[in-house]
């Protein structure tokens, strides 16, 4: 019987797939236990994830509220997550 090699081949992405723009910052804010625990729930009730839901907020009222000041030519990410 033929040995296994112990090294896994690295899994390439596939040319369909495209690269997720990593999220790398954090946003840490102060709320009362019961504000999280009930929109944490209300967030999984509805199949979804607190942050995408925050994120969405962000996206939505940076878009609603900037005149250029903040974002210039930056744009803003996609609606994806």
């Known amino acids: 019987m033929p040995k296994r090699s112990a090294e896994k081949s690295p899994r390439e992405p596939k ?3 495209p690269k997720a723009k990593k999220k790398t910052s954090q946003l840490v804010i102060r709320v009362s236990k019961e504000e ?3 929109f944490v729930a209300l967030c999984e009730d509805l199949d979804t994830s607190a942050a995408r839901e925050i994120r969405h907020f962000m996206r939505r009222f ?7 000041k903040n974002l210039g030519s930056v744009g803003l990410p996609s ?3």
Request: proline fraction near 0%; aromatic fraction near 0%.
């Open 62 to 68: 940076v878009a609603e509220h900037d005149d250029g």
């Open 36 to 38: 999280r625990d009930a």
């Open 15 to 17: 040319k369909s797939e």
């Open 79 to 81: 609606e994806r997550d």
